[in-house]
Nanobody, 119 residues
């Protein structure tokens, strides 16, 4: 029933920007914590950003102030604005939906969108 569809990834040069989107269906969007995670080949999945139901946010240390997460409950969409991208940001970016108080792995995941930062 639950579908999370990421979009907006692509190839960008170092220092460039991308805006990712995740459109959800099959959930009560406003009641879900929405998160962005990323996974590079051979590496552990990393927390990128989390949007809580009260409007607060949390970011992983890896983004170093360069990313911003926002949500539109009416459109059931969460965005990730990524600026000053670095080669280390290259990864598949995954959207996550979970109920408050539950771990991300107990929630739902999208299939991901590829972000490649390269000259």
């Amino acid at each position: 029933q639950v579908t999370l569809a990421e979009s907006g990834g692509g190839l960008v040069q170092p220092g460039g920007s991308l805006r990712l989107s995740c459109v959800a269906s099959g959930i009560t969007f406003a009641s879900n914590v929405m998160g962005w995670y990323r996974e590079a080949p051979g590496k552990q999945r990393e927390l990128v950003a989390v949007s809580y139901t009260d409007g607060s946010t949390r970011y992983g240390d890896v983004v170093k102030g360069r990313f911003s997460v926002s949500r539109d409950n009416a459109k059931k969409t969460v965005h990730l604005q990524m600026d000053d991208l670095e080669s280390e940001d290259t990864a598949v970016y995954l959207c996550n939906a979970r109920l408050p108080g539950t771990p991300a792995d107990h929630g739902s995941w999208g299939q991901g969108t590829q972000v490649t930062v390269s000259s």
